[in-house]
């Protein structure tokens, strides 16, 4: 079995520590024993020799541990070190700390931090962080700095979550490359945030009643409004989890939102949903009823987690309850018990 970067670097350690007591114990033994001094100090030499091996392999290891880590810093000294820790610092702030190494590989062959903060600009992940500007070149419009760029980016996401609009829709530096890139201020973009707003409140009064039975409430119909392509997604989603909620809400359970959230995401439809609930009903006041006489109880989350996911603790708290009455059914015939028990738990 291969050795770790971190057990390399210790079997080295260890190697050393012997080599210098190695050295230190013969040029001892040649300084109290003259009439061996010569051999001694072979010894001597020779654990001089494998002090220098291993320390070179040490360095050599430690210098890789701390690539591989990104500790570049650690690899450097003097101005050198301050110039990238500045750099990777400024970097970070915009959110390119992923271009650590090429910092440290240009600082380390002698480029000045104006020079490099102009090299990094021709880097694949400083085009895609500000991938606008490229679209803003083409379209004859002056290109923005970092400053600028993040500055409209956080205007932008600030009056998409002031409306109310789905979390995901339109919220990511990637949804804003085609407002920046069509010099969309964000004045602008409230403005039609606003018309969308309107829209979805002057929109007819049944079919917004109709969505709303669906679950789909006043943001998600304003993100239609905004663009129709990239709210579907969203509209859809929120349809299931409230389909989900409705199936559960039928059949007397609770319904938790956060929970009909995951399952719409995994891609539950209304269908699945109810029928997961029919059979979820069907046992479920057995199964609570046996998790109260043989320990662990059953609850709606676990009912939900056995028929829905399968294969987990739910299902094998299940699978327990009903090899539990089954075995004290097939001991006592008047247990009066026997529903799951007889007919082997069906799911």
């Known amino acids: 079995m291969a050795l770790t970067p971190q057990q390399q670097l210790e079997a080295n350690r260890l190697l050393m520590q012997q080599a210098q007591t190695d050295y230190d114990t013969f040029t001892r033994d040649a300084a109290q024993n003259p009439g061996m001094a010569d051999n001694f100090?072979?010894?001597?030499?020779?654990?001089?020799?494998?002090?220098?091996?291993?320390?070179?392999?040490?360095?050599?290891?430690?210098?890789?541990?701390?690539?591989?880590?990104?500790?570049?810093?650690?690899?450097?000294?003097?101005?050198?070190?301050?110039?990238?820790?500045?750099?990777k610092t400024l970097f970070e702030g915009i959110g390119l700390g992923s271009l650590a190494g090429k910092i440290f590989d240009y600082v380390k062959n002698g480029y000045s931090s104006d020079t490099i903060s102009i090299l990094l600009q021709d880097s694949d992940e400083y085009k895609k962080r500000f991938a606008a500007n490229e679209v803003r070149k083409k379209a004859g419009l002056n290109v923005l700095n970092p400053a600028e760029y993040i500055a409209a980016e956080n205007s932008y996401r600030q009056i998409l979550k002031q409306s109310g609009l789905p979390k995901g829709f339109y919220d990511s530096n990637e949804d804003f490359v085609g407002f920046l890139g069509g010099d969309v201020s964000p004045t602008e973009l409230q403005g039609r945030v606003n018309l969308a707003t309107q829209a979805s409140t002057l929109a007819n009064a049944s079919m917004k009643q109709a969505l709303q039975q669906m679950g789909i409430g006043q943001g998600e119909i304003a993100a239609y409004f905004l663009d129709q392509n990239k709210a579907m997604p969203f509209i859809q989603k929120a349809a299931a989890k409230a389909a989900i909620g409705a199936e559960a809400l039928q059949r007397g359970f609770a319904f938790d939102?956060?929970?009909?959230?995951?399952?719409?995401?995994?891609?539950?439809?209304?269908?699945?949903?109810?029928q997961a609930y029919s059979r979820i009903g069907d046992q479920f006041n057995t199964l609570q009823s046996l998790g109260n006489v043989y320990g662990g109880g059953w609850t709606q989350r676990q009912?939900?987690?056995?028929?829905?996911?399968?294969?987990?603790?739910?299902?094998?708290?299940?699978r327990r309850l009903i090899a539990s009455e089954r075995g004290n059914f097939s001991g006592s015939a008047g247990t009066g018990r026997s529903g799951l028990a007889q007919h082997g738990g069906q799911r």
Do not use: H, I, M, P
């Not at 494998?50 to 000294?77: A, F, I, P, W």
């Open 303 to 318: 009912a939900e987690e056995d028929v829905f996911r399968g294969g987990n603790a739910a299902s094998e708290q299940k």
């Open 41 to 87: 100090n072979a010894q001597a030499a020779e654990a001089q020799e494998r002090l220098k091996k291993y320390t070179n392999q040490y360095n050599e290891q430690q210098n890789n541990v701390y690539s591989s880590e990104g500790n570049y810093d650690k690899l450097l000294s003097g101005s050198n070190r301050d110039a990238y820790l500045s750099l």
């Open 257 to 274: 939102q956060a929970y009909a959230d995951e399952l719409a995401t995994s891609g539950v439809s209304r269908d699945q949903a109810a």
